[in-house]
Every structure is written in C-alpha cells, then in structure tokens.
C-alpha cells in the first residue's frame, strides 16, 4: 500500500489507530482521502495482528464530512451545465466507509475533538464506541444546503437518540455539545479535551484484550436486533453462543474464570 498522506497509521501492540490527517480543510473529505481510509481500513480489516481500531483526526476539528469544494460534488456554475450526481458520489465514497465501519472484524472506537459534522459524524458514530472532547460538537448539516442526512445517519439517528430528537438535529441542524450529545445516547462518554487521546488508547487496550469475535458477534447481534422479533433475536443468540462456543477463546475465558487468572485471548 503507498505511503498514506491524508490518513496517518499508527500501530501500538494490537491497537492500529488511523488519523484524519487534513487539518487545514477541518479534515472533510476529497477524492483522493476517501480512497486512503478506505484502503487503511481494508488493510487493518486484513491483518491479524490488529484487534482494535481507533478513528482519530489531526487539527481542531474531527471531521467537516464531505468537501463541497471537491470538483467532483461541487455544482457545475456554467450555464446549462448538467447537475452533480450527488447519488454517484454516495456511491462511490461514503457508503463504502459506513458498511467497512460497521462490518470490521475488530471492535472499533472514535476520538472525537472539535466539530464532527455531516458525514463526518457519521463516520465517528458508525465506531462501536465513541469517545468525545468536551469542547466537541456535533452537527448535521445537511439540511443547511438542502441535501438529506447521509452516510447511513437516518439510520443511525433515531435509533441513538429516537425520533423526536433525531428529527430536530437534522432538521434545525443545530450544533449538540459533547456533554449533551452523551446526555443524548448519541455517544459514549464526554472527556476533558486533554484526557481524549489517553481515554481513546487506553479503551482501544481494554478492547484489544478481550475476545474479539465476540465483541464483533455483539455488535452484529445489537445492530441485527432492530429488524428481529424477539423469538428471532433469540435465534440469533443462540447461533452466535454455538458458534462461539466452539471457539478456543470461550474454552480460555473458563479455564482463566476457573484459575483465577487473565485470559489471554486469542480468535479473531
């Protein structure tokens, strides 16, 4: 893979943390951006060696979303030019990074610092947990240009924070504080500014030492649940404890319960 230049890699044992590195544009998106985090979540999606994802970003602001600056998006001013397909650019760039998000085979955690806005929220809020700064905000800012919630943030949004307030974040397109956004349910936990980085590597440890593809099986099942009744939720969980059960990490975990030690696990 070449040398990233808008997504840094950082590896720290089994933690391999990727960095928005676009500081001077708030960290949106471009063509070339989108093709680097998609590849660097496709390699750390790949190497056994990670166990844990960090989404972190460079600068004072997470991530602006999309680049409206980007001539691939950018209205064509030029009399009788035809319209952007904007559904294109969906396409080709954001529904990739939502599915990858949220279909790694590790568990994942966003660093959240500044803004967080449009699609770049929902980037952050596709990690299974989202850490933020205290002087972070969020906001979705679609509708201030006439576009419609994306990147998989209709889906997200009500069921996060419910209908009511779902539909008042997109449509007013107000800025949520960090502190109400966790308030909210929309994320995690709300950090002193000077406290993210540490909270985000010692989480991502916590994570990595623990067996992950029941991490991932519990994120598949949560997700899954919105869709089942709970007969086919409990289907659902029955399959995963088969499966799992089978595996060398459940066999660790007792041995470990019933020796009083930590487990080392292992599967991924």
């Not at 970003?57 to 997470?62: E, K, L, S, T």
């Not at 955690?109 to 980037?123: C, D, K, P, R």
């Amino acid at each position: 893979m070449p040398a990233p230049h808008f997504i840094r890699i950082a590896q720290d044992g089994p933690v391999r943390t990727l960095t928005l590195h676009r500081p001077e544009a708030l960290n949106s998106l471009h063509g070339a951006m989108h093709a680097e985090l998609r590849a660097a979540l496709d390699d750390a999606a790949g190497d056994a060696g990670v166990r844990c994802l960090v989404l972190a970003a460079a600068g004072r602001a997470f991530c602006a979303g999309q680049d409206l600056a980007d001539p691939r998006v950018a209205p064509d001013d030029a009399p009788g030019a035809a319209p952007r397909d904007l559904g294109a650019a969906i396409e080709r760039d954001w529904r990739p990074l939502a599915l990858r998000l949220r279909s790694m085979p590790v568990p994942t955690v966003a660093a959240v610092q500044g803004v967080a806005a449009g699609a770049g929220a929902s980037l952050a809020l596709h990690c299974d947990l989202v850490l933020a700064a205290r002087s972070a905000t969020f906001v979705q800012a679609f509708a201030r240009i006439g576009l419609v919630p994306d990147t998989g943030a209709t889906w997200l949004l009500p069921r996060l924070v419910g209908r009511a307030n779902a539909l008042a974040l997109a449509m007013l397109g107000d800025k949520l504080p960090a502190a109400e956004a966790q308030a909210m349910g929309l994320v995690w936990k709300c950090v002193d500014d000077a406290a993210l980085a540490d909270e985000a590597r010692a989480t991502a440890a916590r994570l990595a030492a623990l067996p992950t593809r029941a991490l991932v099986a519990t994120r598949h099942a949560i997700d899954a649940a919105w869709a089942r009744d709970l007969p086919a939720a409990l289907d659902a969980e029955t399959a995963a404890q088969r499966a799992l059960g089978a595996a060398a990490d459940y066999a660790e975990g007792v041995r470990a319960f019933r020796e009083k030690r930590a487990p080392v696990f292992a599967d991924r």
